[in-house]
């Protein structure tokens, strides 16, 4: 079968070839409703513009790059969608790569979109080796980091204030009575884990209550890790009455781990999770969490690295979010019998 050409979709669309190209590169006096009339013929007669022969003029090639943990998160497979869905309304393609949060794969990845001549990347993923990303700001390809930032690193980002975060889930705990609390944190290099976890000892310190530092575990993440880390604190004599858990999947391991012990939550263990993905409000009991506002991240994100586009020297904003609690079913006040032998 024969590959249809721009002169296929010029002729269908009853324009000239240069149209099309000026359609397809956002260039020219074309109106929006000939510019989506363009669209559909090239939909409909499939025709796909060489991106590679784009790249090599120097054009765009309306492609961007997501790195992003783990596309099975919950909280990373709804910010791909959102990435998608406003790239697909400005006419562009995502690449999403799943890192693991390991170096090896985000250099690996980074190789990939370069060679697919990109035009963008969005960075959601940790990242340990940071003299990498500092080679790849410096080849002038515009970059946004997502729920992450890197020390020295001059590129626009948007993350939620991570610390308070912390501190909200303290707060909440300590105000329900718990003094005997244990954190399951995310691998210790990622940025947003390490500044929950600080936000959280910091409100115990102002409250005159401290965490033991082998109360608090480092887990991968992922819910079977959770439970695992989960399970090791509930066996211990003095087990914690709560548990804050830097994302939700690790909460929700914690719930398990909770359930296969025998330990009622909230009425013995109070749970409470980091994200407020779609998963804590399906969980039995449903989950208390720390809320990210991640609607509003995605469109800013987007915002910044479409409009980095034409203007690569313009001054990176760092732009910080309020996390919000978003109390449900999975904390409570502490045992009795452990109020009164704390006091």
């Known amino acids: 079968m ?54 090599l003029m120097g054009k765009k090639t309306y492609t961007l790059g997501l ?34 949060n390991k170096d090896e794969r985000v250099e690996k990845y980074i190789r990939l979109l370069e060679q697919k001549s990109i035009d963008g990347i969005i960075i959601g993923t940790g990242v340990e080796n940071t003299d990498m990303l500092m080679q790849l700001a410096g080849k ?44 399951l944190s995310e691998n210790f290099k990622v940025s947003s884990s390490v500044e929950r976890v600080k936000g959280f000892k910091f409100a115990l310190f102002e409250a005159g209550a401290a965490i033991e530092e082998d109360y608090i575990l480092s887990c991968e993440s992922s819910i079977a ?26 909460a929700i391991g914690a719930l398990q781990a909770a359930r296969e012990a025998g330990v009622a939550v909230p009425e013995e263990l109070s749970v409470i999770g980091f994200d407020n993905t779609i998963l804590s409000t399906v969980t039995t009991p449903a ?43 999975s904390t409570a006040r502490p045992p009795k019998e452990v109020t009164q032998k704390v006091k």
């Open 67 to 100: 790195l992003i943990p783990d596309v099975s998160n919950p909280f990373f497979s709804e910010i791909a969608r959102s990435v998608e869905d406003l790239a697909h309304q400005a006419g562009y393609s995502v690449i999403t790569c799943s890192t693991d």
């Open 2 to 55: 024969k590959a249809t050409t721009i002169y296929d979709v010029a002729k269908e669309a009853g324009v000239s070839i240069a149209s099309v190209s000026n359609a397809i590169n956002g260039k020219g006096k074309i109106g929006k409703k000939k510019r989506d009339e363009i669209f559909k013929v090239m939909e409909r007669l499939q025709y796909k513009p060489s991106v590679i022969a784009s790249a």
């Open 225 to 250: 890790d959770g439970k695992r880390a989960a399970g090791e604190l509930l066996r211990r004599d003095n087990r914690p009455t709560a548990l804050f858990c830097c994302n939700d999947l690790l």
């Open 140 to 183: 002038s390809l515009p970059i946004v980091m997502f729920a992450r930032e890197v020390s020295g690193l001059s590129v626009h980002s948007v993350l939620t204030d991570d610390f308070k975060g912390g501190t909200f889930a303290a707060g909440h705990l300590l105000a329900l009575g718990h003094r005997q609390v244990a954190v």
């Open 287 to 329: 989950l208390t969490t720390i809320a990210q506002p991640m609607e509003q991240m995605v469109k800013l994100v987007f915002e910044l690295l479409i409009g980095n586009l034409g203007d690569r020297d313009s001054t990176k904003q760092r732009i910080v979010m309020q996390p919000e609690l978003v109390q449900r079913e």
